[in-house]
């Protein structure tokens, strides 16, 4: 007799959570159990290599680290190869979006095109533009040969190692903002165009009166996106290296904070100290993403 | 051994590494076991395991190849993550002492073969508590290889007496030759490869290197490290360099494209010019080392207790590194062995290289290694060259002055030794 009634409302009290109960146990196994676990080890003396020998020594790790001038140069590094493949990456991604949005000839094609670069393999890529950034052999430094500039050694200095792995995530990843942005694009109704065709706005007027506002929150998601994935930035500056040392470059150059990370994990064995290095950046992200966030909300608002 | 192959097999490599590490097939009476070998650069054993595989019927072999630092540095994740690494693992003399403090991990290789080896080789894989984790394969020794055609353009002497008796004297003598060169070098060459392959050299031939016998580290102390870095500082600030960092692609691409007429050339370092540099067969050739006999490289095969069929792994590692087997590599490969009972046969003794211009290399390589004094290698010492070499990059990038950057190497090793 309850029979019936207990499964009618199991199937509707309790099925939605069935549903996305596998979600949440492979984030559990996979997302939230590592990073509890790693913030657990953070404030031990961990050495990998010694079969898990550690000891609990506290904030140590982390005073340490903000004393360490390795990490500040790491810190500035991101930063600045984060904005410098962010800013331009978004912009262009915008106008590619735009231009797709038009009757064009192949358009499928084309926009198949604009995310090959993004499914092929980053080391591939990454071994292909250090070739081109050859110092004696390279192609950039042909091209710019022919100008007249002479021959820049692309991983020796900071500024020049930063533009060389820029250009490697901008490769990478702007085809896929331009889909996003295209996809909302395609959302916007046609009535707001004729509309302003009519009062004969310009087509850039269009462009930025309508189609910049309209496509606000996917302006912020593809921020939020960019700004995780650039401050991880690690497999680029590893392999533009050569050497594959993880210290990037003769003078750190161009050493990440996801590098810098490998590096105390990976060849230092400091387990504990590498995991403080992955809890810090994981805050430093939060707090980009966060500003981020409220800043693009402005800069849209202001728009309209 | 101690150059990489490709960069590109460094990742693949490690996704293999996981993926087929800890496979292979099901031991047991009959069942087909498969032995995977993780291995850095060129060891020319793929003739050897299709010998060893029509002999033994039921063993597969597998050779998994990656970049020298990162081979080093996935074994060491392996060890200390419990899995993943190879049956055989190989293992160069910059890092066996890293190894050699986690000894536990590997399987004792027992004493049986102790009277074959170099006595140094011997100890340099022994750990506290007398035990054996790895066979060795060859040893470096020292000489230097160089290009007949490129010193004819420039105007020195091309043959390799007179070449061995210019710089006889000592590295200084290798330097004053540099500048001749220089002084009339063929346009788009350099006398050297690279400061951190040339000073690699140098310190090679220190009685003592990096690391003091009882294990601490010497760097800021021991003059002869200073002393090596001040010649190689003077090289580069002479303009001898091609400013290349060994086992880059850059590097690899020099070879290809000849943009230097020199390199300290170990024995394993014979083996890597005729991989790269094939169009200029019997335009290279060797001569002596300035400054006496000298090691850098060299290698071992261990095997990690964590693999599945240790008893098969350690008999295919034992027949890979038996006299035989290591005198058919220095004949192939140029790679010397480290049994010493080799050095006197004819075939190695009187070993000519058509590809180095006929030049005796059985002959200088031996000699060399009966004089070599052994050099005590410590647990970073591998990450130490690494450091130093970048300190050198930073003078030939005009980044920093030779003081600036000395002092910062000196701090950076310190930094290794926490």
């Known amino acids: 007799m309850a029979m019936p009634h207990l499964s009618a409302r199991l199937d509707t009290k309790g099925s939605p959570y069935l549903y996305v109960l596998p979600f949440f146990l492979l984030f559990g196994a996979f997302g939230l159990f590592p990073l509890i676990y790693t913030g657990y080890v953070s404030f031990n003396d961990w050495n990998l290599l010694d079969a898990g020998e550690h000891r609990w020594v506290g904030l140590a790790n982390y005073s340490e680290l903000f004393h360490d001038a390795y990490f500040w140069n790491a810190l500035g590094n991101t930063l600045s190869i984060w904005v410098l493949s962010t800013v331009p990456q978004l912009l262009a991604a915008l106008w590619i979006a735009h231009l797709l949005n038009h009757r064009l000839r192949a358009r499928t094609g084309l926009r198949m095109g604009v995310l090959l670069p993004n499914i092929t393999s980053i080391v591939a890529v990454t071994i292909v533009f250090t070739q081109m950034f050859g110092r004696d052999f390279g192609m950039v430094n042909w091209l710019i040969g022919l100008t007249g500039i002479g021959p820049i050694d692309w991983q020796a200095s900071t500024w020049s190692s930063h533009l060389a792995i820029s250009t490697i995530v901008m490769w990478r990843w702007t085809g896929y903002n331009a889909l996003i942005y295209l996809a909302s694009m395609q959302a916007i109704p046609h009535d707001l165009y004729e509309a302003a065709e009519l009062d004969g706005a310009s087509s850039f007027q269009q462009f930025r009166r309508i189609t910049v506002p309209m496509l606000r929150p996917t302006i912020i998601f ?34 990440t904070i996801a590098l810098f990370m490998y590096e105390q994990g990976f060849r230092e064995f400091r387990f504990g100290y590498a995991s403080a290095i992955a809890w810090t950046l994981c805050l430093i992200i939060a707090v980009f993403a966060i500003v981020n966030f409220l800043l693009t909300r402005r800069i849209a608002n202001d728009e309209k | 051994m101690r150059f990489s192959r490709a960069l590109a097999t460094a990742a693949a490599a490690t996704l293999l590494l996981t993926a087929c590490g800890s496979g292979g097939g099901e031991s047991g009476d009959g069942a087909t076991v498969t032995l995977n070998v993780s291995l850095f650069g060129n060891f020319g054993y793929q003739e050897l395991y299709k010998q060893y595989e029509s002999a033994h019927p039921n063993i597969k072999i597998k050779e998994h190849t990656a970049a020298y630092n990162d081979h080093h ?11 993943g690494a190879g049956d055989i693992e190989g293992v160069d003399m910059g890092f066996i002492a890293q190894m050699r403090e986690v000894g536990q991990q590997f399987t004792d290789l027992g004493t049986d073969r102790q009277s074959e080896y170099l006595p140094w080789k011997w100890q340099a894989s022994l750990t506290k508590d007398g035990k054996q984790i790895g066979y060795g394969t060859d040893v470096g020794g020292l000489a230097i290889c160089y290009r007949r055609d490129l010193f004819q353009q420039a105007g020195l002497p091309a043959d390799r007496d007179a070449v061995s008796a210019a710089w006889a004297g000592g590295w200084d003598k290798y330097l004053e030759l540099g500048k001749q060169y220089t002084a009339k070098a063929p346009k788009g060459t350099a006398f050297f490869d690279g400061g951190g392959a040339l000073y690699n050299a140098v310190i090679g031939q220190a009685p003592e290197g990096f690391y003091s016998s009882d294990n601490t580290i010497v760097v800021a102390t ?151 004094k052994p050099q005590y290698q410590g647990p970073r010492t591998g990450d130490i060259q690494t450091t130093i070499r970048d300190g050198l990059v930073r003078i030939e990038q005009g980044k920093q002055t030779s003081d600036q950057s000395w002092q910062q190497t000196v701090s950076d090793v310190e930094r290794l030794a926490k």
């Open chain 2, 73 to 83: 540095r996935d074994l060491a994740t392996h060890l200390a993550t419990g899995s």
């Open chain 1, 222 to 255: 593809t921020t939020v996106i960019s700004t995780i994935g650039g401050l991880q930035i690690m497999a680029e500056p590893l392999l533009f290296a050569g050497t594959s040392t993880p210290t990037g470059g003769s003078d750190r150059q161009f050493q």
């Open chain 2, 222 to 372: 021991n003059p002869e490290v200073r002393k090596a870095w001040d010649l190689v500082v003077q090289a580069i600030q002479s303009n001898l360099s091609a400013k290349l960092i060994e086992s880059s692609p850059e590097w690899n691409n020099g070879f290809a494209k000849g943009q230097f007429a020199t390199i300290a050339c170990p024995a394993w370092m014979m083996a890597k010019i005729k991989d790269q540099a094939k169009s200029f067969a019997g335009k290279w050739d060797v001569a002596a080392v300035p400054g006496g006999g000298g090691n850098w490289g060299g290698s071992y095969l261990t095997v990690p207790k964590q693999g599945k069929h240790v008893a098969e792994a350690k008999e295919l590692a034992a027949w890979l590194t038996a006299p035989e087997q290591q005198a058919r590599n220095f004949t192939s490969q140029g790679l010397l062995p480290s049994i010493p009972a080799l050095y006197d046969k004819p075939e190695i003794a009187g070993y000519k290289d058509p590809f180095f211009n006929d030049a005796p290399v059985g002959k200088l390589f031996t000699t060399a290694a009966k004089e070599l």
